[in-house]
């Protein structure tokens, strides 16, 4: 009975600390408290899990709760990769810029954004 209290205080703890560090709640961040909420539940009462692992057609609760923990990690990794790639596609994209930019002053020429008449102003 008392690990059931550590871990209840456990993953009370991980959903305080996720709640305090987030202004908004995106959509992974609410995938991660349905994991959170789903853990205490198997946690605090294992037989209301069990009935509902039946009623989806799995044997336990415990599998249940891993299959839905593997699925909803997927989703927060798959989430946190795509962000991963188009970040590193904007520096890229930014990096090229700045190149150009560089490029161009140490030739001479203004850069494409500066206009003649404004003499140096960056419009």
Do not use: C
């Not at 305080?16 to 995106?26: A, E, K, Q, V, Y």
């Not at 090229?96 to 404004?118: F, K, M, T, Y």
Request: net charge neutral; charged share 15%; glycine share 8%.
């Amino acid at each position: 009975m008392i690990i059931r209290i550590l871990l209840l205080f456990g993953l009370a703890a991980t959903g305080w600390l996720i709640f305090l560090r987030r202004n908004r709640l995106p959509f992974h961040i609410m995938t991660v408290f349905l994991l959170l909420g789903a853990g205490a539940v198997a946690v605090v009462a294992p037989e209301t899990t069990n009935e509902v692992a039946h009623l989806v057609g799995v044997g336990r609760g415990a599998d249940l709760v891993t299959y839905v923990a593997i699925i909803s990690v997927m989703f927060v990794l798959l989430h946190y990769y795509t962000k991963f790639v188009e970040l590193q596609r904007k520096l890229t994209e930014m990096t090229r810029e700045v190149a150009i930019l560089r490029a161009e002053v140490e030739r001479g020429h203004p850069p494409a954004s500066v206009s003649s008449d404004s003499a140096g102003e960056i419009s």
